[in-house]
């Protein structure tokens, strides 16, 4: 089956810097990556997601890239703000699988003012 | 804005009990899924329903969980008897049939803690 690992699993940055947040994938066959965002004792919410035939797409500030050779995507957040601190997973999703995610272990975003 | 419904929010329970979760996905929304996720860790999924049927429990342990969805809406997840490793957060999500299939929109989860 799929084996999706993220990294780093906790990552501090100062209100106004980037993050980034990286993940692999193992099967070739994936073709839909979304990033989640889940604030303490709340749901999982999409953020942003990307199919296997764009290399990347923005919103905002916001931006998540996918390298299919590599088979690893990223999740970029510019210009961060103390709002932005949660935790952040990353899934792959197999066509045909109507939509079954297999998750990251997830990472601890913590923006300091 | 629809968002999925979960019930209850709190499940403690004593090992070896019975419990069962509830959801009510977004009106419409023909897929079903129940995940199970761990302190620290990323949802796994147990169970997919597709309308009223299973397409995917193949991580769901059966000896002692089970789960419905009888008329292709609601569902429900049972654990019985409850061990105290069942211990997690179990999220319900939905997603359409349509061209979005593959965005899901999860529920606020119940927090089951077993002693």
């Known amino acids: 089956g799929e084996n999706v690992e993220q990294h780093p699993s906790t990552l501090s940055v100062q209100e106004g810097d980037s993050a980034v947040i990286k993940c692999t994938y193992s099967d070739s066959a994936s073709n839909y990556f979304p990033w989640y965002k889940q604030e303490l004792g709340k749901r999982p919410q999409l953020i942003i997601d990307i199919r296997s035939n764009v290399g990347e797409k923005k919103d905002q500030r916001i931006a998540v890239t996918l390298n299919k050779t590599a088979k690893h995507f990223s999740l970029h957040i510019t210009e961060t703000q103390p709002e932005d601190s949660a935790v952040y997973f990353c899934?792959?999703?197999?066509?045909?699988?109507?939509?079954?995610?297999?998750f990251g272990d997830g990472t601890t975003l913590t923006v300091k003012p | 804005e629809a968002e999925v419904a979960q019930s209850p929010r709190y499940k403690i329970t004593e090992k070896s009990q019975a419990v069962a979760f509830w959801c009510d996905p977004i009106s419409g929304h023909a897929t079903l899924y129940w995940y199970r996720q761990i302190l620290g860790q990323g949802p796994e999924l147990l169970v997919q329903?597709?309308?009223?049927?299973?397409?995917?429990d193949s991580q769901l342990p059966k000896d002692r969980f089970s789960a419905e969805r009888l008329k292709g809406v609601d569902s429900t997840l049972k654990i019985q008897p409850a061990e105290l490793g069942d211990s997690a957060m179990y999220l319900c999500?939905?997603?359409?049939?349509?061209?979005?299939?593959?965005?899901?929109?999860f529920g606020p989860g119940t927090r089951l803690t077993v002693t």
């Open positions: 329903f597709q309308d009223e049927s299973v397409v995917d």
């Open positions: 899934a792959a999703s197999m066509e045909g699988n109507a939509g079954k995610s297999t």
């Open positions: 999500a939905s997603s359409s049939s349509g061209t979005n299939f593959y965005e899901q929109y």
